[in-house]
């Protein structure tokens, strides 16, 4: 019912940025939380920023200053953008929608991100 979609993931060096995207359904985005989640291989996954529905946003420590999640309701999009990206990044990237209203979770297919020299 709730169909999540990820894209702008790809390869960049160290130092370069990259804009992430989360699609939902039309009319429905000012509805959900939204958060991006990471899982790079041998790690677990992790929650690397939120935005809520009046835009509050929360990022984990790993990226707060470098990354930024914002939303754009006329759209059905909310974007990650991420900067000074450095090979830890390098991760398999979730966008998670919340309903504010029923509390169910809806997950995207993930798009890889990858920085290296």
């Known amino acids: 019912q709730v169909q999540i979609v990820e894209s702008g993931g790809g390869s960049v060096q160290p130092g370069g940025s990259l804009r992430l995207s989360c699609t939902t359904p039309?009319?429905?985005?000012?509805?959900?939380?939204i958060e991006w989640h990471r899982q790079a291989p041998g790690n677990q996954r992790e929650m690397v920023a939120r935005t809520s529905v009046i835009s509050r946003n929360t990022y984990a420590d790993s990226v707060r200053g470098r990354f930024t999640i914002s939303r754009d309701n006329a759209k059905n999009t909310v974007y990650l953008q991420m900067n000074n990206l450095n090979p830890d990044d390098t991760a398999v990237y979730y966008c998670?929608?919340?309903?504010?209203?029923?509390?169910?979770?809806?997950w995207g297919q993930g798009t890889q991100v990858t920085v290296s020299s």
């Open positions: 998670k929608a919340i309903s504010s209203r029923s509390g169910q979770s809806y």
């Open positions: 039309k009319s429905l985005l000012s509805l959900l939380n």
